[in-house]
């Protein structure tokens, strides 16, 4: 079976949404070390696959320029995502006195401890990964008529090479 490589990187997406989903229902330490592996493999898949997805979709020409601003997500989505964490914790959290007692400067700062602190956090990295998840189908299936136009392409040239060698 030949499967476009916008099909591939649609399918290096399905896990990461399962990952995000088990961490916030399961909520233990082994769901977070295979949530966590999950989501690894799936964004090395995906890291890995997006240069080959950018040259065929936008063609070689400036194939770089465009494939930094297809990674340009990596950086965004860390902050983004970091922007949710922080917001999630600190709206969990205790605020607490802190004494310095070298300065005897008082600080506050807010403490979270335990699953609440992240469960909503990996609810929402969930819904977000299976919005991109839709999108890459939705990619998929745009580009898929134009990838077996090619692969028709290709086969017939292949024949037409094949059957230009056996006439004498």
Known sequence: MSLARTGWLAAALVPMPMAF???????????LVVGTALV?????????????????????????????ILITNIPLGSFLYGQIAAMVYDANGQRMSVMDNRTGTI???IVCMGVKCYSTTFFVWGCITLLGLASSIVLF????PAYATAASRSSSCKHLQQVSRETP
């Open 21 to 31: 989903f088990l961490m916030w229902k399961q909520q233990d330490g082994s769901a």
């Open 40 to 68: 690894g493999l799936s964004s090395g898949f995906i890291f890995a696959a997006a240069v080959s997805v950018t040259s065929e979709l936008f063609g070689p020409n400036s194939v770089g320029v465009n494939h930094n």
């Open 107 to 109: 600080d506050t700062m």
């Open 141 to 144: 299936r745009r580009t898929k």
